[in-house]
Protein backbone atom coordinates (compact mmCIF):
# COMPACT_ATOMS: atom_id res chain seq x y z
CA UNK A 1 0.00 0.00 0.00
CA UNK A 2 1.42 3.15 -1.03
CA UNK A 3 2.28 6.05 2.01
CA UNK A 4 -0.26 8.18 0.55
CA UNK A 5 -2.75 7.00 2.44
CA UNK A 6 -6.08 7.88 1.68
CA UNK A 7 -8.61 8.51 4.71
CA UNK A 8 -10.56 5.25 3.76
CA UNK A 9 -6.79 3.51 3.72
CA UNK A 10 -6.11 4.36 7.03
CA UNK A 11 -9.72 3.43 8.41
CA UNK A 12 -9.17 0.24 6.84
CA UNK A 13 -5.86 -0.38 9.02
CA UNK A 14 -7.37 1.03 11.97
CA UNK A 15 -10.07 -1.45 11.82
CA UNK A 16 -7.92 -4.24 10.90
CA UNK A 17 -5.94 -4.03 13.94
CA UNK A 18 -8.42 -3.56 16.42
CA UNK A 19 -10.18 -6.46 15.03
CA UNK A 20 -6.84 -8.72 15.70
CA UNK A 21 -6.17 -7.87 19.01
CA UNK A 22 -7.88 -9.53 21.82
CA UNK A 23 -6.27 -8.63 25.08
CA UNK A 24 -7.35 -8.67 28.68
CA UNK A 25 -8.04 -4.71 29.93
CA UNK A 26 -5.02 -5.29 32.68
CA UNK A 27 -2.69 -6.31 29.62
CA UNK A 28 -4.46 -3.14 27.59
CA UNK A 29 -3.09 -1.12 30.65
CA UNK A 30 0.19 -2.79 30.75
CA UNK A 31 0.63 -2.24 26.74
CA UNK A 32 -0.35 1.64 27.08
CA UNK A 33 2.50 2.09 29.94
CA UNK A 34 5.08 0.41 27.66
CA UNK A 35 3.92 2.50 24.73
CA UNK A 36 4.71 5.45 26.86
CA UNK A 37 8.13 4.79 27.75
CA UNK A 38 8.67 3.72 24.29
CA UNK A 39 7.01 7.04 22.89
CA UNK A 40 9.00 9.37 25.03
CA UNK A 41 12.07 7.81 23.78
CA UNK A 42 11.86 7.65 20.03
CA UNK A 43 8.26 7.31 18.80
CA UNK A 44 9.07 6.92 15.02
CA UNK A 45 12.07 4.36 15.50
CA UNK A 46 10.81 1.27 17.76
CA UNK A 47 14.43 -1.04 16.58
CA UNK A 48 17.21 1.79 17.79
CA UNK A 49 14.85 1.74 21.42
CA UNK A 50 15.10 -1.76 21.40
CA UNK A 51 19.09 -1.83 20.37
CA UNK A 52 19.46 1.03 22.75
CA UNK A 53 17.49 -0.56 25.47
CA UNK A 54 19.44 -3.60 25.16
CA UNK A 55 16.05 -6.07 25.16
CA UNK A 56 15.90 -9.37 25.26
CA UNK A 57 13.88 -11.87 22.51
CA UNK A 58 11.00 -12.10 25.22
CA UNK A 59 10.98 -8.33 26.08
CA UNK A 60 11.72 -7.13 22.64
CA UNK A 61 8.53 -8.91 21.02
CA UNK A 62 6.66 -7.98 24.57
CA UNK A 63 7.10 -4.15 23.60
CA UNK A 64 6.79 -4.34 20.09
CA UNK A 65 3.11 -5.54 20.22
CA UNK A 66 2.76 -2.90 22.52
CA UNK A 67 4.00 -0.25 20.22
CA UNK A 68 2.06 -1.54 18.01
CA UNK A 69 -1.05 -1.09 20.03
CA UNK A 70 -0.04 2.42 21.25
CA UNK A 71 -0.10 3.12 17.78
CA UNK A 72 -3.13 1.99 16.76
CA UNK A 73 -4.52 3.82 19.82
CA UNK A 74 -3.29 6.94 18.55
CA UNK A 75 -4.38 6.24 14.91
CA UNK A 76 -7.67 6.32 16.16
CA UNK A 77 -7.37 9.41 18.32
CA UNK A 78 -5.74 11.30 14.86
CA UNK A 79 -8.49 10.36 13.21
CA UNK A 80 -11.45 11.37 15.41
CA UNK A 81 -9.33 14.83 15.75
CA UNK A 82 -9.20 14.92 11.85
CA UNK A 83 -12.92 14.29 11.83
CA UNK A 84 -13.69 17.04 14.22
CA UNK A 85 -11.27 19.63 12.70
CA UNK A 86 -12.80 19.23 9.95
CA UNK A 87 -16.52 19.88 10.82
CA UNK A 88 -14.82 22.75 12.57
CA UNK A 89 -13.49 23.88 9.50
CA UNK A 90 -10.21 24.47 11.05
CA UNK A 91 -8.01 23.65 8.01
CA UNK A 92 -4.85 23.95 10.11
CA UNK A 93 -5.69 21.18 12.98
CA UNK A 94 -6.80 18.84 10.18
CA UNK A 95 -3.79 19.22 8.13
CA UNK A 96 -1.61 17.78 11.23
CA UNK A 97 -4.01 15.34 12.40
CA UNK A 98 -3.78 13.44 8.62
CA UNK A 99 -0.25 14.23 8.58
CA UNK A 100 0.46 12.02 12.12
CA UNK A 101 -2.38 9.88 11.39
CA UNK A 102 -0.66 8.74 7.86
CA UNK A 103 2.77 8.47 9.82
CA UNK A 104 1.07 6.18 12.18
CA UNK A 105 -0.28 4.04 9.05
CA UNK A 106 3.62 3.92 8.10
CA UNK A 107 5.06 2.57 11.00
CA UNK A 108 2.20 -0.11 11.94
CA UNK A 109 2.55 -1.23 8.20
CA UNK A 110 6.53 -1.23 8.59
CA UNK A 111 6.82 -3.73 11.57
CA UNK A 112 4.78 -6.16 10.18
CA UNK A 113 1.84 -6.38 13.06
CA UNK A 114 2.40 -9.80 14.65
CA UNK A 115 -0.84 -10.17 16.93
CA UNK A 116 -1.50 -13.74 15.99
CA UNK A 117 1.75 -14.50 17.73
CA UNK A 118 3.09 -15.54 14.36
CA UNK A 119 6.55 -15.25 16.05
CA UNK A 120 5.72 -18.44 17.68
CA UNK A 121 3.91 -20.52 14.78
CA UNK A 122 6.75 -19.55 12.33
CA UNK A 123 9.56 -18.88 14.37
CA UNK A 124 11.90 -19.29 11.14
CA UNK A 125 10.01 -16.42 9.61
CA UNK A 126 10.06 -14.01 12.47
CA UNK A 127 13.58 -14.46 13.55
CA UNK A 128 15.58 -12.27 11.36
CA UNK A 129 13.16 -9.50 12.56
CA UNK A 130 14.88 -9.38 16.29
CA UNK A 131 17.39 -7.36 16.14
CA UNK A 132 19.27 -8.67 18.60
CA UNK A 133 21.04 -7.17 22.11
CA UNK A 134 23.24 -3.82 21.35
CA UNK A 135 26.43 -5.30 23.09
CA UNK A 136 28.39 -8.59 23.09
CA UNK A 137 28.18 -8.91 26.57
CA UNK A 138 26.89 -12.33 28.50
CA UNK A 139 23.30 -10.99 29.99
CA UNK A 140 22.81 -12.08 33.22
CA UNK A 141 19.48 -14.60 32.94
CA UNK A 142 16.30 -13.43 35.39
CA UNK A 143 14.89 -15.42 37.65
CA UNK A 144 11.39 -16.88 36.53
CA UNK A 145 9.41 -18.25 39.25
CA UNK A 146 9.60 -21.74 38.47
CA UNK A 147 13.13 -21.65 39.27
CA UNK A 148 12.50 -21.06 42.69
CA UNK A 149 12.42 -25.35 42.86
CA UNK A 150 15.95 -25.45 42.01
CA UNK A 151 17.57 -26.91 45.19
CA UNK A 152 14.71 -27.34 47.12
CA UNK A 153 14.57 -30.47 49.29
CA UNK A 154 12.19 -33.08 48.75
CA UNK A 155 10.33 -32.21 51.63
CA UNK A 156 10.01 -28.42 50.77
CA UNK A 157 6.68 -28.42 51.04
CA UNK A 158 6.31 -30.42 54.36
CA UNK A 159 8.23 -27.65 55.89
CA UNK A 160 6.63 -24.63 54.62
CA UNK A 161 3.04 -26.30 55.72
CA UNK A 162 5.08 -26.84 59.21
CA UNK A 163 6.53 -23.28 59.65
CA UNK A 164 3.23 -21.38 58.27
CA UNK A 165 0.78 -19.83 61.00
CA UNK A 166 -2.11 -21.74 61.57
CA UNK A 167 -4.33 -19.54 59.84
CA UNK A 168 -3.28 -20.37 56.44
CA UNK A 169 -2.35 -24.26 57.02
CA UNK A 170 -5.26 -25.46 55.28
CA UNK A 171 -4.71 -22.68 52.35
CA UNK A 172 -1.25 -24.36 52.28
CA UNK A 173 -2.19 -27.48 52.03
CA UNK A 174 -5.06 -27.03 49.14
CA UNK A 175 -2.15 -25.52 47.04
CA UNK A 176 -0.12 -28.41 47.26
CA UNK A 177 -2.56 -31.08 46.50
CA UNK A 178 -4.20 -28.73 43.43
CA UNK A 179 -1.78 -26.35 42.46
CA UNK A 180 -3.84 -23.97 42.10
CA UNK A 181 -3.18 -20.03 42.03
CA UNK A 182 -3.44 -17.76 45.34
CA UNK A 183 -5.67 -15.53 43.47
CA UNK A 184 -8.30 -18.38 42.94
CA UNK A 185 -7.47 -19.75 46.59
CA UNK A 186 -8.82 -16.25 47.87
CA UNK A 187 -11.92 -16.93 45.63
CA UNK A 188 -12.57 -20.29 47.63
CA UNK A 189 -11.86 -23.67 46.20
CA UNK A 190 -14.41 -25.80 46.80
CA UNK A 191 -13.80 -30.14 48.16
CA UNK A 192 -16.18 -33.04 47.30
CA UNK A 193 -16.72 -37.12 47.04
CA UNK A 194 -17.70 -37.40 43.57
CA UNK A 195 -20.08 -40.45 42.73
CA UNK A 196 -17.44 -42.56 42.03
CA UNK A 197 -15.40 -42.37 45.60
CA UNK A 198 -13.19 -39.52 43.98
CA UNK A 199 -11.74 -36.63 45.76
CA UNK A 200 -13.24 -33.64 43.70
CA UNK A 201 -12.13 -30.13 43.41
CA UNK A 202 -13.78 -27.51 41.73
CA UNK A 203 -11.58 -24.15 40.90
CA UNK A 204 -12.95 -20.45 39.67
CA UNK A 205 -10.11 -19.59 37.65
CA UNK A 206 -8.38 -16.71 37.57
CA UNK A 207 -6.77 -14.69 34.25
CA UNK A 208 -9.33 -15.67 32.77
CA UNK A 209 -10.83 -13.62 28.89
CA UNK A 210 -12.66 -14.37 26.25
CA UNK A 211 -10.15 -16.12 24.84
CA UNK A 212 -7.75 -17.38 27.76
CA UNK A 213 -7.89 -19.78 30.20
CA UNK A 214 -11.00 -21.61 32.37
CA UNK A 215 -13.33 -19.62 33.76
CA UNK A 216 -14.08 -23.58 35.64
CA UNK A 217 -12.33 -26.24 36.47
CA UNK A 218 -12.99 -29.59 38.32
CA UNK A 219 -10.07 -32.18 39.19
CA UNK A 220 -10.68 -35.44 40.50
CA UNK A 221 -8.54 -37.14 42.65
CA UNK A 222 -7.51 -40.75 44.33
CA UNK A 223 -8.10 -40.05 47.46
CA UNK A 224 -5.52 -43.09 48.65
CA UNK A 225 -2.86 -41.60 46.81
CA UNK A 226 -0.92 -39.55 48.64
CA UNK A 227 -0.67 -38.22 52.03
CA UNK A 228 -2.33 -35.41 51.22
CA UNK A 229 -5.10 -36.54 49.33
CA UNK A 230 -5.92 -38.44 52.11
CA UNK A 231 -5.69 -35.86 54.60
CA UNK A 232 -7.96 -33.63 52.63
CA UNK A 233 -10.32 -36.38 52.17
CA UNK A 234 -10.34 -37.33 56.13
CA UNK A 235 -11.86 -33.80 56.64
CA UNK A 236 -14.45 -34.04 53.80
CA UNK A 237 -15.22 -37.39 55.36
CA UNK A 238 -15.78 -35.90 58.76
CA UNK A 239 -17.36 -32.45 57.57
CA UNK A 240 -19.02 -32.89 54.31
CA UNK A 241 -17.93 -31.03 51.38
CA UNK A 242 -15.85 -27.77 52.06
CA UNK A 243 -14.49 -24.67 50.88
CA UNK A 244 -10.85 -23.73 51.50
CA UNK A 245 -10.31 -19.91 51.22
CA UNK A 246 -7.83 -17.49 52.24
CA UNK A 247 -7.91 -16.38 55.75
CA UNK A 248 -8.45 -12.44 55.71
CA UNK A 249 -10.01 -9.42 57.53
CA UNK A 250 -9.58 -7.56 54.75
CA UNK A 251 -11.84 -6.57 52.09
CA UNK A 252 -8.72 -5.74 49.51
CA UNK A 253 -8.46 -8.61 46.95
CA UNK A 254 -4.62 -7.96 46.53
CA UNK A 255 -4.09 -7.31 49.94
CA UNK A 256 -5.63 -10.56 51.03
CA UNK A 257 -3.13 -12.70 48.47
CA UNK A 258 -0.36 -10.44 49.37
CA UNK A 259 -1.01 -11.17 53.26
CA UNK A 260 -0.60 -15.21 51.92
CA UNK A 261 2.78 -14.19 49.92
CA UNK A 262 4.15 -12.58 52.93
CA UNK A 263 3.14 -16.09 55.33
CA UNK A 264 4.61 -18.46 52.87
CA UNK A 265 7.62 -16.63 52.26
CA UNK A 266 8.42 -16.32 56.43
CA UNK A 267 7.45 -19.52 56.58
CA UNK A 268 10.21 -20.69 53.84
CA UNK A 269 12.68 -18.16 55.64
CA UNK A 270 12.19 -20.30 58.85
CA UNK A 271 13.03 -23.14 56.62
CA UNK A 272 16.64 -22.28 55.96
CA UNK A 273 18.77 -20.40 53.14
CA UNK A 274 17.46 -22.85 50.12
CA UNK A 275 14.05 -21.75 50.67
CA UNK A 276 14.65 -17.70 49.83
CA UNK A 277 12.96 -17.99 46.63
CA UNK A 278 9.69 -19.93 47.54
CA UNK A 279 6.52 -17.80 47.06
CA UNK A 280 3.00 -19.36 47.02
CA UNK A 281 3.86 -19.82 42.91
CA UNK A 282 6.33 -22.28 43.99
CA UNK A 283 3.61 -24.56 44.65
CA UNK A 284 1.96 -24.35 41.32
CA UNK A 285 5.29 -25.06 39.57
CA UNK A 286 6.16 -28.38 41.55
CA UNK A 287 2.66 -29.43 40.65
CA UNK A 288 3.35 -29.05 36.88
CA UNK A 289 6.79 -30.60 37.43
CA UNK A 290 5.24 -33.93 39.00
CA UNK A 291 2.66 -34.11 36.21
CA UNK A 292 5.16 -33.78 33.54
CA UNK A 293 7.50 -36.79 35.87
CA UNK A 294 3.85 -38.74 35.53
CA UNK A 295 4.45 -38.21 32.23
CA UNK A 296 1.09 -36.48 31.45
CA UNK A 297 0.12 -35.17 27.99
CA UNK A 298 0.62 -31.50 27.28
CA UNK A 299 -3.59 -31.40 26.90
CA UNK A 300 -3.90 -33.44 30.62
CA UNK A 301 -1.31 -30.45 32.09
CA UNK A 302 -2.63 -27.48 30.29
CA UNK A 303 -6.16 -28.64 31.70
CA UNK A 304 -4.91 -29.19 35.16
CA UNK A 305 -3.54 -25.76 34.83
CA UNK A 306 -6.78 -23.95 33.83
CA UNK A 307 -4.99 -23.49 30.61
CA UNK A 308 -6.97 -23.07 27.17
CA UNK A 309 -3.81 -23.44 24.99
CA UNK A 310 -1.04 -26.22 25.76
CA UNK A 311 1.65 -23.48 25.08
CA UNK A 312 1.56 -21.48 28.16
CA UNK A 313 2.45 -24.92 30.27
CA UNK A 314 6.02 -24.61 29.04
CA UNK A 315 6.49 -21.51 31.40
CA UNK A 316 5.84 -24.06 34.53
CA UNK A 317 7.92 -26.79 35.66
CA UNK A 318 10.99 -29.08 35.47
CA UNK A 319 10.48 -32.68 34.57
CA UNK A 320 13.83 -33.73 36.40
CA UNK A 321 11.71 -31.62 39.27
CA UNK A 322 9.28 -33.84 39.29
CA UNK A 323 8.15 -36.13 42.27
CA UNK A 324 5.36 -37.86 40.81
CA UNK A 325 2.51 -39.17 42.65
CA UNK A 326 -0.66 -36.40 42.19
CA UNK A 327 -3.27 -39.61 41.92
CA UNK A 328 -5.21 -36.58 39.55
CA UNK A 329 -7.62 -39.58 37.46
CA UNK A 330 -9.72 -36.63 35.01
CA UNK A 331 -10.24 -33.16 34.49
CA UNK A 332 -13.31 -31.22 33.31
CA UNK A 333 -13.02 -27.75 31.82
CA UNK A 334 -15.56 -25.71 29.87
CA UNK A 335 -12.98 -25.00 26.56
CA UNK A 336 -11.48 -27.16 24.33
CA UNK A 337 -7.68 -27.10 24.94
CA UNK A 338 -5.84 -25.72 21.95
CA UNK A 339 -3.19 -28.29 20.91
CA UNK A 340 -1.17 -25.81 18.80
CA UNK A 341 -3.98 -24.48 16.36
CA UNK A 342 -6.12 -27.46 16.72
CA UNK A 343 -8.57 -27.75 19.83
CA UNK A 344 -9.00 -30.66 21.68
CA UNK A 345 -11.52 -32.27 24.59
CA UNK A 346 -12.74 -30.32 27.64
CA UNK A 347 -13.35 -33.69 29.74
CA UNK A 348 -9.85 -35.28 29.99
CA UNK A 349 -8.87 -38.21 31.51
CA UNK A 350 -5.62 -39.13 32.76
CA UNK A 351 -3.92 -42.43 32.33
CA UNK A 352 -2.45 -42.68 36.04
Not at 69 to 85: C, E, F, I, T
Request: glycine share 6%; aromatic share 8%; with cysteine.
Amino acid sequence: MSQNYTLSEMRNIKNLMLGKIRISEQTRKDYLGKFDSVSRYAINDFNRYAMDKNLSKTSYYTYKAAYQYGMVVQLDKLLKAYNDSSKQKDKLSAKECWAAARECCRIIEEMNPDYAIQHIHNPEKHASRFPGRSTGKKIKKTNSKRRSLAGLPIDWQDQIFKNVSAKYKTSVLALTVTGCRPEELRKGIDFFMSEDGLLGVKIDGAKVSETKGQKVRVLYFDPKISVLNQAIKKIVDDHGPITIKLSSNNSDPTKTVNAFTRAVKYAASKAGSKFLKVSPYTFRHQKTSDLKKEGHSEEEVAAFLGHRSTRTQQQYGFVQQGRGASGIKRVEVPNQIRNGVKPSRSKIAFNS
